[in-house]
Every structure is written in structure tokens, then in C-alpha cells.
């Protein structure tokens, strides 16, 4: 079975619309599968918000893919070729057969900025007088999340060892590992590795952002500072395609 480990706001929500056209062109993957279905998300949001009066507090929980993939039905299990959504590596640790990877990174700060973007527009927030208080707030999201999601570390602070975990999952179980800023190369390599008709989907971008001084980007820098190494590493090494 091949995982799509999507993590937030780095193009995955343009490849989920290629894997939807690929895998279940005449059928809705979000829900039940039935039938012939190959593919299936096992959630959309990679964190439950708790809400009190219709707004979100501090309370974030991990959706745990694993817990929804065991509680498929085994012949539904059966069927499936691909799985996608946003959760920890570990997937494969409750999939009998064969299991590999595929995952999307991004620029750091990029990705950091986006999501906080995301954030605040689902909350209706227009102001952005808050910005490093509110990303020291909710750090678990905009702080290192893909050196988090890639080193299965579900809680905890990220170090240095979680950098080395994280290399060392992508180096054994991804075929392809894109980059954002590459996305159409991501595209390819996809293409070429096992003949989706993926190759010219166009990657979704956000019409407007609201603009940051240089002293905030380099605080946010500062706060994923294992993401950059992580990302950095990536590159050194010649994982991207």
C-alpha cells in the first residue's frame, strides 16, 4: 500500500485532487468506500480543536491514522492501494504487506507563515498585531511540525535526534519526497514511478497573504529552526526529486 503523508500546507491539497481524478474518479473518497474504491483519506485535519461558544482554544489532540485505518473493515483494508491525510509516519505499523511513502516538504518559514495564514483565516481573524504571541501559542502547529510529523514525535519538544529520526524514515521508506518549490518536478517524479496521469495539475496557491517585517520572519525562522535543518539536510543529500 502506498501512504501519502500529507503534511499541512505544502501543496498536499493539489495532490489529493490528482489521487481523487487517479484512484476514484466517479466516487467520493471522503466517504465509506464500497465497491471497487482503491483509495481513502483517513482524516482531514491533522489536529481535533476543542470549541467553547463557537471558538477554539488551546486543547489539540493528534488524530491518530492508526486507530481509523484498524477500524476499516479487512475486506475495505483489502482494497485500498492508497491512503493519504494528515497524520505521523507510523502508518505502516498496522498495514499487513508492503508499505512506502510519499510526502511533500517546504521552505520552513514558507510553511510556517502559510499555516499560520490558514489559522487565522478559519478563525475569522483579520488583525495581526499578535503575530509571534500567537504562533508561541499554538507552537505545536507552527513550530517545527515536519521534523514532528516525520520523526513520529506525537508530543514533546523537537531536538536534534528527531532531525537524524526524521532523514533517517525518509531515506528507508519514501520513493518520492517533493518539494513545494518544486512542485511540478514532484509531479514527474510521480509520473514516472508508477504512470499517474498527474503531470500537469496545476499547485494551488492562496490569493492574498498578509506581509511580515523582516525581524518577525527571523523570529519565525528561529522557532523551526529542526525544520530548516531537516529541510537543508533534504537537499544535501539529493532526497528532493
Keep these: 500500500m502506498l501512504i501519502f503523508l500529507h503534511i499541512p500546507k505544502t501543496a498536499g491539497m493539489s495532490f489529493r ?4 481524478d487517479e484512484f476514484a474518479p466517479q466516487s467520493d473518497p471522503t466517504r465509506p468506500p464500497s465497491g471497487p474504491d482503491r483509495c481513502r483519506g483517513l482524516g482531514g485535519g491533522l489536529m481535533n480543536r476543542s470549541h467553547e461558544n463557537g471558538v477554539a482554544d488551546n486543547h489539540i489532540e493528534i488524530i491518530d491514522a492508526r486507530d481509523r485505518m484498524r477500524a476499516l473493515q479487512a475486506d475495505v483494508r483489502d482494497k485500498l492501494e492508497i491512503v493519504w491525510g494528515h497524520f505521523c509516519f507510523g502508518l505502516h505499523e498496522v498495514i499487513n504487506g508492503d508499505c512506502r511513502y510519499i510526502t511533500i516538504l ?19 481573524q483579520e488583525s495581526h498585531d499578535d ?3 500567537y504562533f508561541i501559542k499554538n507552537a ?22 528527531h532531525v537524524d529520526i526524521a532523514v533517517e524514515n525518509l531515506e528507508k521508506w519514501f520513493d518520492v519526497i517533493g518539494a513545494q518549490e518544486r512542485y511540478a518536478a514532484f509531479l514527474q517524479a510521480v509520473h514516472a514511478k508508477y504512470g499517474w496521469a498527474c503531470a500537469n495539475y496545476q499547485l494551488h496557491v492562496a490569493k492574498s497573504k498578509p506581509l511580515f517585517d523582516n525581524g518577525v520572519i527571523s523570529q519565525i525562522g528561529d522557532m523551526n529552526v529542526f525544520d530548516q535543518m531537516l529541510y537543508d539536510r533534504v537537499w544535501a543529500r539529493g532526497l528532493f526529486c
Design 140 to 161: 505545536y502547529e507552527l513550530s517545527n511540525l515536519q521534523t514532528r510529523l516525520l520523526s513520529k514525535t506525537v508530543s514533546g519538544m523537537i531536538a536534534h535526534e
Design 131 to 133: 503575530i509571534i504571541p
Design 106 to 124: 517546504r521552505d520552513p518559514v514558507e510553511r510556517a507563515i502559510s499555516h499560520y495564514n490558514m489559522i487565522r483565516y478559519c478563525e475569522n
Design 17 to 20: 485532487k490528482a489521487l481523487r
